[in-house]
């Protein structure tokens, strides 16, 4: 039986990221700013054990010269990035800036966490061998 990888991929690690982004959640509730809630994340994550980094720099290449530079909010274990969002909705361009995050490294899970009154979750994944480059 195939089982598609983007079921398991990193599937503990993203767990437990999930339950520290719902005790956020449960301690803070909605409302704040992005930035108070990646801070609250990192001390959380931090007590768990589990390594975390804030603003990591993602660099953009075009042809092999750098055109740019993103910072996620949050990369896990340099295994999953963690995109924070505090609003009303999700939008699609959210989701696709995540997915861009993944296509520039090579981290190929990524979560969306959205602080809003209903908490969102977005998991996405962006497998390596889909970023190979033909030149």
Do not use: C, W
Request: net charge positive; no cysteine; hydrophobic share 40%.
């Amino acid at each position: 039986m195939h089982t598609d990888s983007r079921d398991v991929k990193h599937k503990a690690l993203t767990e437990k990221i999930i339950g520290v982004f719902y005790k956020v959640y449960n301690n803070l509730g909605y409302g704040f700013l992005e930035k108070i809630y990646e801070k609250a994340m990192l001390i959380e994550l931090e007590k768990e054990g589990i390594p975390a980094v804030a603003q990591s720099p993602i660099k953009v290449s075009y042809g092999g010269t750098v055109v740019g530079e993103y910072f996620a909010h949050i990369v896990v274990d340099g295994k999953v990035i963690v995109e924070i969002k505090a609003t009303r909705g999700l939008p699609f361009e959210s989701e696709a800036q995540l997915l861009n995050y993944l296509k520039a490294t090579d981290i190929e899970v990524g979560i969306l966490l959205n602080f809003r009154p209903v908490p969102g979750i977005k998991r996405k994944v962006f497998d390596n061998y889909r970023k190979h480059k033909t030149d």
